[in-house]
C-alpha cells in the first residue's frame, strides 16, 4: 500500500486484540432480561399467577412474601435497567446485580423457605463471579440531564404500567371506575397514596405496593443520577487543540475533512509518538471519528491502536464515518474492522473550474440573472473582517439556521470567526435595500475551512429566506473564481451519500434491484437531501472521492447510523434551550478577543 504504511497480519490482529463481543456478559444480560420479564409479568398480570409459567417465574428473585407482586415488579424493573449495563460489560452494573441476587435468594430462603429460589438466583450470581474480570467496562461520558431524561421517561413507563396494574383486576373492582379515575389511582399510588378506585380483599394492598414500588423505583434511580458525580461529554483542551493543529500544519493537505477535527466537542486519543491522531464522540454508547486520522500516515496504527484500546475499556461501539479509501484501508487491516462505501465526496479543481460550455449553461444563467438583479460578492479571510462585520455574520448564520440544532458533525467546525480560525474563507452575498433588515445589506453566507495550505473544505451554507434563489450557486462561483488569489488549487464541496447509486439508478440499462434502491433513496431525500444534494454539487463538474463508514459488525450498523444522525443533528433527542439563551452561551463561550466588540455591537 502507498503512503509508507507499516504491514501487519490483521488476522494477527484479530486473535490479539480483534473487538470480538464477548459471550458470557451477552448471554447474562439477555438472561438478566428475560428474568426481568417475566418477575414484572408476575407483578402485573393475575392470571399469569395460575399459569404453568409461573410455577417458574414464583421463585424468580423479588416474587416472594405477602407483597409478592410488588417485590417482584421491582426486580423485573431493576433487571431490565441492568440488562442492557451487564450486555456491555459495565462494571457498575455488574456491582449492581451481584448485590440484587443474594439479597433475592435471602429473601426467598426468609420469607418463602424456597431452595429453588435460592438456586436460581445463584445460576445466575455463579457466571458473574467466575467472568468478573469481563464485566470491566468504564462508564461512559454523562452529565446530569440524564436524570431528567430518567425522570420523564421512568415516570411515562410507570404511568403506563400503572394503568395496567389498576385494569387487570375487573372481577375484584368496585364500581366502574373511569379511566380519569384510574389515572388519578395510578399518580395518588405511585406517591404512596390511596385513590379512588376500590378493589375486594387484599387486591387493594397488591395494587397499593405495587404501585408503590414503581413510584420508589423512579424517585431512587432519577436521585442516583442527578446527585451522581457529573462526567460532562469530552471538549478539546487547549493543549490537544494546540497539538492538533500542529499536526494539520505538516499533514493537513492528505484529508479534506482534516481541519473538522479541531471541534471543541470531540476528544481525541494520539499515538504514543504524538505524530497522530484520532478524534471522535461518544453518541449513544458508540465511538463515532469522522475522517481519517490526522497526522503521519506512518503514526496512524499507533493512534488507531490507542483508539481501539479506548472503546474496549468503556465497551464503546468503534465506528468511523467518512474516512477516505486510504484510510479505510488502514483501519480494516489494522482492527480487523469492515467498510462500506457510504458516497462520494465533491471536489472541484480550480484550474479545470469554467463556466463556458454547455455542461455549466444552468450553472451560467443563474450567476448572470442574480448579479442582474443587483448582488455582488466578496470572499475574504476570516482574518480580515472587522470585528462588527464579523459579528453581524454570525448572528445572521444564528438566525438564518433552518433548525433548532446545528447540524453536522463529520463536515462541520460548528463555529465561525474565532480568532485561531483566521485563514478559514469566507464568502458572502450583498445587495442594498431601500429597507435594509437586521444584517444590513448581507444576504447569504458560505464557509469554508483550511484543507492544506492550498485547499479549502466548504463548511456551512446560510441565506436570508428572503433572497433570491440561487445564493449558494452565486458564493460558490464566486469563491473558485476568487481562490487563486488567495493560493487555493482545489476546493471540497459538499458530501453525497450514496452518490454512485443514484448515478447508476438512473442511467438506461439499470436493473430492478438497482432502480428499486434508488427509488427508496429518492423518497428518503424528503427529509434528508440525498438526491438534491447529489445534484447540486453535480452542477459544478467535480470530481467524485469516495467515502466509507468502518464498523465492526454489520449488526452493529443502526445502531451506528443512529448514532450519526444524532451527531449530525438529524435526530435531537436532547431539549433545545431556547435561541436567546443559545446566543448567551455562545457569547460567553467565545474568546475574549472578540468579548468588548460583541458588547458594544450589542450595545449599538
Known amino acids: 500500500m502507498s503512503g509508507g504504511v507499516p504491514s501487519r497480519s490483521s488476522r494477527a490482529r484479530r ?69 442492557h449495563g451487564l450486555k456491555r460489560r459495565k462494571r457498575r452494573a455488574w456491582r ?42 468504564l462508564p461512559d461520558p454523562r452529565s446530569r440531564w440524564r436524570a431528567l431524561a430518567n425522570f420523564v421517561l421512568m415516570s411515562a413507563g410507570s404511568l403506563m404500567l400503572g394503568l395496567v396494574i389498576v385494569s387487570v383486576h375487573p372481577h375484584r373492582t368496585v364500581g366502574d371506575p373511569s379511566l380519569a379515575d384510574r389515572l388519578t389511582h395510578v399518580i395518588y399510588g405511585l406517591f404512596g397514596f390511596e385513590g379512588p378506585v376500590d378493589y375486594q380483599g387484599n387486591t387493594s394492598w397488591t395494587v397499593a405496593f405495587s404501585l408503590g414500588a414503581l413510584g420508589w423505583i423512579t424517585a431512587v434511580t432519577t436521585i442516583y443520577l442527578a446527585f451522581r458525580p457529573e462526567h460532562p461529554a469530552a471538549r478539546l483542551t487547549e493543549e490537544d487543540e494546540a497539538q492538533l493543529r500542529a499536526l494539520l500544519e505538516k499533514h493537513g493537505r492528505r484529508d479534506s475533512l482534516g481541519h473538522f477535527a479541531l471541534r471543541r466537542d470531540k476528544a481525541v486519543v494520539f499515538s504514543p509518538s504524538g505524530k497522530a491522531a484520532v478524534t471522535y464522540r461518544v453518541i449513544s454508547g458508540v465511538m463515532l471519528a469522522s475522517g481519517d486520522p490526522i497526522g503521519d500516515v506512518e503514526a496512524w496504527p499507533g493512534a488507531i491502536e490507542r483508539f481501539m484500546d479506548e472503546a474496549k475499556a468503556h465497551s464503546w461501539t468503534p465506528a468511523v464515518m467518512g474516512c477516505s479509501e486510504t484510510g479505510g484501508e488502514v483501519w480494516t487491516r489494522e482492527t480487523g474492522l469492515d467498510a462500506l462505501e457510504l458516497g462520494d465526496e465533491a471536489v ?97 453566507v458560505l464557509h469554508f475551512v483550511p484543507w492544506g495550505k492550498d485547499g479549502a473544505s466548504l463548511d456551512l451554507m446560510r441565506r436570508d429566506r428572503s433572497a433570491d434563489p440561487g445564493m449558494n450557486e452565486l458564493l460558490i462561483v464566486a ?68 467515502r466509507f463508514v468502518v464498523y465492526r459488525h454489520s449488526a452493529d450498523l443502526p445502531r451506528i447510523g443512529f448514532a450519526a444522525m444524532q451527531a449530525e443533528g438529524f435526530v435531537n433527542l436532547a431539549l433545545p434551550l431556547p435561541r436567546f439563551l443559545r446566543r448567551r452561551r455562545a457569547a460567553v463561550e467565545r474568546p475574549c478577543a472578540h468579548t468588548v466588540a460583541e458588547r458594544d455591537v450589542r450595545a449599538a
Open 15 to 83: 486473535i490479539l486484540r480483534g473487538p470480538r463481543p464477548e459471550a458470557v456478559p451477552a448471554l447474562v444480560g439477555w438472561a438478566a432480561a428475560l428474568v426481568g420479564v417475566l418477575d414484572i409479568a408476575a407483578g402485573v398480570f393475575p392470571r399469569f399467577r395460575h399459569s404453568r409459567v409461573h410455577a417458574i417465574a414464583e421463585v424468580l428473585p423479588g416474587s416472594f412474601g405477602p407483597f409478592a407482586a410488588a417485590l417482584s415488579l421491582s426486580s423485573g424493573v431493576l433487571l431490565l435497567l441492568l440488562a
Open 96 to 137: 449492581a446485580a451481584v448485590a440484587l441476587l443474594p439479597a433475592g435468594a435471602v429473601a426467598q430462603f426468609a420469607y418463602r423457605h424456597s431452595v429453588v429460589g435460592v438456586l436460581i438466583a445463584v445460576a445466575l450470581l455463579v457466571p458473574l463471579l467466575l467472568h468478573r474480570n469481563e464485566f470491566a467496562a
Open 348 to 444: 472541484v479543481e480550480v484550474a479545470d473550474f469554467s463556466l463556458a460550455g454547455r455542461a455549466m449553461r444552468n450553472v451560467r444563467q443563474m450567476v448572470k440573472r442574480i448579479e442582474r438583479a443587483g448582488y455582488e460578492t466578496r470572499v475574504r479571510r476570516i482574518r480580515d473582517l472587522g470585528d462588527t462585520e464579523l459579528e453581524r455574520i454570525r448572528r445572521a448564520a444564528e438566525d438564518w439556521r433552518g433548525t433548532d440544532t446545528e447540524r453536522g458533525f463529520s463536515m462541520a467546525l460548528g463555529r465561525i470567526g474565532d480568532p485561531t480560525d483566521g485563514d478559514c474563507l469566507i464568502a458572502t452575498a450583498h445587495k442594498q435595500d431601500d429597507e435594509p433588515g437586521e444584517y444590513g445589506d448581507l444576504k447569504a
Open 479 to 546: 469563491a473558485l473564481q476568487a481562490a487563486p488569489k488567495f493560493g487555493i488549487t482545489r476546493v471540497s464541496l459538499n458530501f453525497a451519500m450514496f452518490r454512485s447509486a443514484l448515478a447508476r439508478g438512473e442511467k438506461i440499462g439499470a436493473g430492478p434491484v438497482l432502480r428499486a434502491w434508488r427509488g427508496l433513496l429518492v423518497f428518503l431525500s424528503r427529509w434528508f437531501q440525498i438526491e438534491s444534494l447529489y445534484k447540486f454539487n453535480a452542477k459544478f463538474q467535480p470530481r467524485w472521492e469516495p
